[in-house]
């Protein structure tokens, strides 16, 4: 990484994928395109901004970039993965030759990902890493192999089409994080804010079935609640309590779509004693109630069966 002088400072705006104010109602939690897909349509320049949210890993296996990294600019050679975090003001300059991919993933699935083991990949993102990928061939192959794999999954769904771009977007950072931790990379920043952002992550997908409060995981972690709050706005653009809220939902989603249980059953498994306070809630946050959102699952599942049954002639 070569340090240039930084632009100006200016006016940031926020985007989900660059351009687009808004994520979309229906959409994944992962997002995969070429470079050139986006770049060329500006010229091969993408202006400074941020995604509130939105991890987004940058994988450039031909030409150079010209990246803004916050105060940094540096200028890199492919191959090479660039790492960005929600709050990193981040912008790039591509040569016309370049070649690559741009995989973004919504933070509920990065933290879900991580399961027990909250910091499987926080070391991918605690500040942006430009992870040299040419001295390690077989680990650059697999990762390009899940990148085509990602993208041709994307462009064609088909039955579990969710549930696949969730696998290869885990796959490939695990691909990433196993690179990092071979080439010992120790660089740590201490307990800045994103790590202390993941501490609270990896705390909300171990308790948030207990429905803790605010205050719970303010006092796990050793800070005021307002803090917390705080920290949240700042990295993720939502507060604490709307974070654990949109984690329970969002397993809410995923067992009302492949788990059979009944509406109550589902509520008292995420800790509610009331179903019909769940139902309420589901409503208020989803946009829909957990029966309706099932129907409209199953119907949909339906349709890609039925779109995949081969056509027999008479």
């Known amino acids: 990484m070569r340090p240039a002088s930084a632009p100006p400072a200016a006016a940031i705006p926020q985007f989900a994928l660059y351009g687009e104010l808004t994520w979309g109602a229906g959409a994944e939690g992962v997002h995969i395109e070429l470079i050139e897909t986006r770049s060329r349509v500006y010229d091969w320049h993408i202006g400074t901004h941020t995604h509130a949210g939105l991890f987004q890993v940058l994988f450039l296996f031909g ?12 200028e890199l050679d492919g191959p090479i993965a660039l790492t960005i975090h929600p709050s990193l003001v981040h912008g790039f300059a591509f040569s016309e030759e370049a070649y690559g991919y741009v995989l973004t993933i919504d933070q509920n699935l990065l933290f879900a990902a991580a399961g027990q083991d909250g910091n499987l990949f926080t070391s991918l993102f605690v500040e942006p890493l430009a992870i040299g990928l040419g001295p390690v061939a077989e680990a650059r192959e697999r990762i390009e192999t899940l990148l085509r794999n990602l993208i041709l999954e994307a462009t064609w769904p088909r039955q579990g089409h969710t549930l696949m771009l969730d696998w290869l977007a885990r796959c490939i950072l695990l691909m990433l994080a196993r690179v990092q931790a071979e080439r010992h990379i120790a660089e740590k920043t201490g307990r800045n804010d994103f790590e202390l952002f993941s501490r609270f992550r990896t705390e909300v997908e171990r308790h948030y079935k207990e429905q803790w409060r605010v205050p719970q995981y ?11 709050n705080r920290l949240c706005l700042k990295i993720a653009g939502k507060s604490a309590f709307e974070i654990t809220q949109e ?60 779109k995949e049954a081969p056509i027999l002639e008479p």
């Open 63 to 74: 030409g150079q970039v010209r990246a803004t990294l916050g105060d940094t600019v540096v």
């Open 218 to 228: 303010a006092e796990r972690l050793r800070i005021p609640a307002v803090r917390l």
């Open 247 to 306: 984690r329970l939902m969002l397993e809410a989603c995923r067992k009302l779509t492949y788990v059979s249980a009944s509406v109550a059953g589902i509520a008292y498994e995420l800790g509610f004693q009331d179903p019909a306070y769940f139902s309420r809630l589901f409503k208020k946050l989803v946009g829909t109630t957990p029966k309706e959102f099932r129907q409209r699952t199953q119907a949909s599942e339906t349709l890609d069966r039925g």
